[in-house]
């Protein structure tokens, strides 16, 4: 009777398994392209063996790369992502043959459609219409809701796109557990945004040697100030929470 939610360390990128009290699961962001066998292993060692729901918040390379390498190893029941057509790599396209090519299993996600597996609510919060055309503050973020565990998995929004839901969601965006958004960029999770959020753990996904320099200093420093339990990716490994909708606990690799 358990809701677990794995951050699989992929690097410098995303991937968020959850697995389900009835066994089923939804697989968020599949990291770089070579991280794909790695999260096949994962998936395995944790007695995957198809992918009921694989969510795509959007197209940037470190997490969408690894769906090829997941699609050759799995059935996979249902895709989704925002819909939006406004980038172009070899990649995406590659991609976009895959995921939206299948008509049958494809999905659209934006703000306001909602859905329950089981006793798992999932929110779609994020992209807001009109699109903003850029591709973080497109991505799709997802509320969890399991009993009165809240979890907000907010892709790589930046600030801009926290303004925006702030305003539209306000009150909604209270959760226990917080992905911070972009792998702990300056700029996003700003001061306003955890105080709407009122998280009590952050995860933060990430590599550890990354050309960007994340997390940046900022944004741990704002964390700490804010009494918030930081997991890193790059420093703890693989994370996993597991909550019975009561309490929750969170386990790391290292």
Same mark, same amino acid.
């Given at each position: 009777?358990?809701?677990?939610?794995?951050?699989?360390?992929?690097?410098?990128? !995303? $991937?968020?398994?959850?697995? *389900?009290?009835? %066994?089923?699961?939804?697989? +968020?962001?599949? =990291?770089?392209?070579?991280?794909?066998?790695?999260?096949?292993?994962?998936?395995?060692?944790?007695?995957?063996?198809?992918?009921?729901?694989?969510?795509?918040?959007?197209?940037?390379?470190?997490?969408?790369?690894?769906?090829?390498?997941?699609?050759?190893?799995?059935?996979?029941?249902?895709?989704?992502?925002?819909?939006?057509?406004?980038?172009?790599?070899?990649?995406?396209?590659?991609?976009?043959?895959?995921?939206?090519?299948?008509?049958?299993?494809?999905?659209?996600?934006?703000?306001?459609?909602?859905?329950?597996?089981?006793?798992?609510?999932?929110?779609?919060?994020?992209?807001?219409?009109?699109?903003?055309?850029?591709?973080?503050? !497109? $991505?799709?973020?997802?509320? *969890?809701?399991? %009993?009165?565990?809240?979890? +907000?998995?907010? =892709?790589?929004?930046?600030?801009?796109?926290?303004?925006?839901?702030?305003?539209?969601?306000?009150?909604?965006?209270?959760?226990?557990?917080?992905?911070?958004?972009?792998?702990?960029?300056?700029?996003?999770?700003?001061?306003?945004?955890?105080?709407?959020?009122?998280?009590?753990?952050?995860?933060?996904?990430?590599?550890?040697?990354?050309?960007?320099?994340?997390?940046?200093?900022?944004?741990?420093?704002?964390?700490?100030?804010?009494?918030?339990?930081?997991?890193?990716?790059?420093?703890?490994?693989?994370?996993?929470?597991?909550?019975?909708?009561?309490?929750?606990?969170?386990?790391?690799?290292?």
């Amino acid at each position: 009777n358990y809701l677990t939610v794995h951050f699989i360390d992929v690097g410098q990128g !995303d $991937s968020i398994l959850l697995i *389900l009290p009835d %066994g089923k699961n939804v697989l +968020l962001d599949t =990291g770089i392209q070579p991280a794909g066998p790695h999260i096949v292993k994962y998936l395995k060692d944790h007695q995957i063996k198809h992918i009921n729901h694989l969510i795509s918040t959007h197209p940037h390379d470190d997490h969408i790369g690894g769906i090829f390498s997941i699609a050759s190893e799995f059935e996979i029941d249902n895709y989704y992502d925002n819909g939006f057509s406004n980038f172009s790599s070899t990649l995406y396209r590659d991609y976009i043959k895959l995921v939206r090519g299948n008509k049958t299993k494809y999905n659209i996600l934006q703000a306001g459609d909602s859905f329950t597996l089981g006793d798992t609510r999932i929110d779609i919060l994020n992209p807001l219409l009109p699109p903003t055309g850029n591709l973080n503050e !497109d $991505s799709v973020v997802v509320k *969890l809701v399991f %009993g009165r565990i809240n979890i +907000l998995l907010s =892709g790589d929004l930046g600030n801009p796109g926290e303004r925006r839901l702030i305003n539209k969601a306000g009150p909604a965006l209270a959760s226990q557990i917080l992905k911070t958004g972009h792998h702990g960029d300056r700029r996003s999770v700003s001061d306003d945004f955890l105080k709407a959020v009122k998280p009590e753990a952050a995860i933060i996904s990430v590599g550890s040697i990354n050309k960007y320099g994340h997390p940046h200093k900022e944004i741990l420093d704002r964390l700490r100030k804010n009494g918030i339990n930081i997991y890193r990716t790059d420093q703890n490994g693989n994370i996993v929470l597991k909550t019975d909708g009561r309490t929750y606990s969170i386990q790391t690799e290292k």
